[in-house]
């Protein structure tokens, strides 16, 4: 899966339009320089914007609402030991 949203530098796809210097990569030493030009002109987005685009996966779903549940079955039984403890202070 990819989170990364697609609008961001990251996702940019660099092409090789020269074949000259494709053995390095870097034959077209100009073109890096604007592309880290462009990159740093472009801020990334916060992780809180890219954190709220994303959609939970049904997993990740279902796995919070068996932790959700296990909660609650803890906190009755918490609520419970709690009232015996109660009743046993009382008398």
Known sequence: MNFTPTRTPI????????KRGAGSGFGDTNR???????????????????L?????SQELLEYYQKKMANCESENEDLLKKLELYREACEE
Do not use: G, N, Y
């Open 52 to 56: 709220a685009v994303l959609c939970p």
């Open 32 to 50: 890096w320089k604007k592309m880290a030009d462009s990159m740093e002109s472009t801020p990334l987005p916060s992780v809180e914007d890219r």
């Open 11 to 18: 996702c940019r796809k660099i092409s090789f339009a020269s």
